[in-house]
């Protein structure tokens, strides 16, 4: 069975500070990797994606997430954080197939 | 853009009713799901279609129902709604093949 942790449930940080939300996953089987991002009463929105290729993936608003197989870790991290990315952040594993798997969740709260 | 619509934002509805959840997809996708969000716990997966009248349960189906008569429409079925059922609910859409699911903004419900 897949499983993903989310190893912090709230990281506090300061505006302008880097942060990191650690996700780690066990899968025996290739799977892709996804990070989601949540805002207070909305949907899920894709915030950057692994499915193959460069193992160090981007995406527009500054975060960045490296896929490590030999640590099964998809760590997000950005080198500075604005009051605009507080907000849910979820990790997600799929595997071949159709199923989708999500850890429980970081809330990232950043502080002025 | 995918887009995945939910027909309610806020819901209110008291135990023992019969609740309706709908969700829209525009892009064809052949994969929807319908996930609960509750604190502390994130997203718990409801139940999934693969096709038009095909269906899986997930990992927290008891009490639930869904449908699927149409490709583009998903809808989950509280038979006799109950207060431990009030939830963040959310709808997916997603290609058979390995890329990301897009979500719904989400349904609040709340049953009393």
Known sequence: AQSVTQLDSQVPVFEEAPVELRCNYSSSVSVYLFWYVQYPNQGLQLLLKYLSGSTLVKSINGFEAEFNKSQTSFHLRKPSVHISDTAEYFCAVRKTGNQFYFGTGTSLTVIP | ?112
């Open chain 2, 1 to 112: 853009d995918v887009k995945v619509t939910q027909s309610s934002r806020y819901l209110v509805k008291r135990t023992g009713e019969k609740v309706f959840l709908e969700c829209v997809q525009d892009m064809d996708h052949e994969n929807m799901f319908w996930y609960r969000q509750d604190p502390g716990l994130g997203l718990r997966l409801i139940y999934f279609s693969y096709d038009v009248k095909m269906k899986e349960k997930g990992d927290i189906p008891e009490g639930y129902s869904v449908s699927r008569e149409k490709k583009e429409r998903f809808s989950l079925i509280l038979e006799s709604a109950s207060t431990n059922q009030t939830s963040m609910y959310l709808c997916a859409s997603s290609l058979v093949r390995d890329t990301e699911a897009f979500f719904g903004q989400g349904t609040r419900l709340t049953v009393v």
